[in-house]
């Protein structure tokens, strides 16, 4: 039994490593600029520590030899509509399926999934509730943002999570390099940051799926500390924390004049009936999301 209005043990709560990964990029086998051995080096400059090259509907060949210390995932921009992408596969699925039996073609290679910019695609809620083994949505897609007005899915996510979906929220650049492309889209506007055991491919997998991660355009946490009906976040400096959920109630914390915010605490008041989650916004208005941290036994619990 929990108490009412306590919070299930998070798994983003971890400090320790964290590996700053991106999983939405092009090379010359599909519509990006570069080959993989440069885009590796791209990533690599970049300071990233993992990287997942997303090309349409095939899973590129990268060198290890490229890759110095970065891990490479295979992965791949699948194709279908929605659009989907999976991390850590060997082959992409018929792109004729619907959206769930994709999804489960990806997940049954024991790949993480992410629904790329759902905005984009103009999904419907109800096709993500119905698609079991879609772990994850794009909540920040740069190049969308950039090049077509589209690239946020935060309202959807709420409304997902709200109705008890556990889906994970993660940002990625969808970066192109690519200067015939009608917008440059660069490395390094949006990525997650995963708290994993160790940067090799299986732990930093599962952390993924266990949504051990947050996303970010620059701001980081540093640790989120979850007990009871408690939530502290600590984080780099920032001038807001925005508490949300799916819902009337929410919070602002900002920053006083002149000054930054490093931790913030959920106030006693705020009791989400499904979920809770945190944003920071740094001085530069560049913002980070963590996932949601779900009531013990609401509709979101998972036993
Ligand atoms: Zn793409």
């Known amino acids: 039994m929990t108490a009412e209005g306590t919070f299930e043990d998070a ?10 990964a991106g999983f939405h990029c092009h090379t010359v086998e599909s519509d990006g600029g570069l080959t ?7 990533y690599r400059q970049e300071g990233f520590d993992c ?3 997303t090309d349409h509907r095939r899973v590129t060949q990268m060198d290890e030899g490229d890759a110095g210390e970065l891990l490479l995932l295979p992965a791949t921009e699948n194709g279908g509509m929605p659009d989907i992408i999976g991390v850590g596969l060997q082959t992409p699925a018929p792109v004729e399926l619907p959206l769930p039996e994709r999804a489960a073609a990806l997940a049954e290679q024991g790949s993480f999934t992410i629904a790329a910019h759902p905005t984009y695609c103009a999904v419907l809620p109800q096709q993500f509730i119905e698609c ?3 772990m994850a949505m794009e909540i920040y897609n740069a190049y969308c943002d950039a090049a077509y007005a589209n690239g946020y899915a935060l309202e959807l996510w709420d409304m997902l999570l709200g109705q008890g979906k556990r889906i994970w929220g993660v940002a990625g650049d969808d970066a192109h390099l690519n200067p015939r492309k009608r917008h440059y889209s660069d490395v390094g506007r949006g990525w997650v940051e995963a708290w994993s055991d160790s940067p090799e491919p299986e732990p930093v997998l599962t952390a993924l799926k266990r949504g051990a991660f947050f996303s970010t355009q620059g701001p980081v946490f540093e640790r989120i500390r979850v007990q009871d009906s408690a939530i502290r976040i600590e984080c780099s400096p920032v001038a807001q924390v925005r508490w949300r959920t799916y819902g009337k109630v929410g919070e602002v914390e900002y920053a006083p004049e002149g000054r930054s915010l490093t931790s913030s605490t959920l106030p006693d008041w705020f009791t ?18 963590s996932n949601p941290l779900f009531v013990a036994g609401g509709p979101g619990h998972i036993a």
């Not at 709560?13 to 590996?19: D, K, Q």
Request: charged share 35%; glycine share 8%; with cysteine.
């Open 11 to 20: 798994p983003c709560r971890l400090a320790g490593r964290r590996v700053k």
């Open 36 to 42: 993989p051995a440069e885009t590796i080096e791209r």
């Open 51 to 53: 990287l997942g090259i």
């Open 132 to 134: 079991a083994d879609l």
């Open 272 to 289: 989400p009936r499904v979920f809770v989650r945190v944003e920071l916004v740094d001085h530069d208005g560049r913002r980070a999301w």
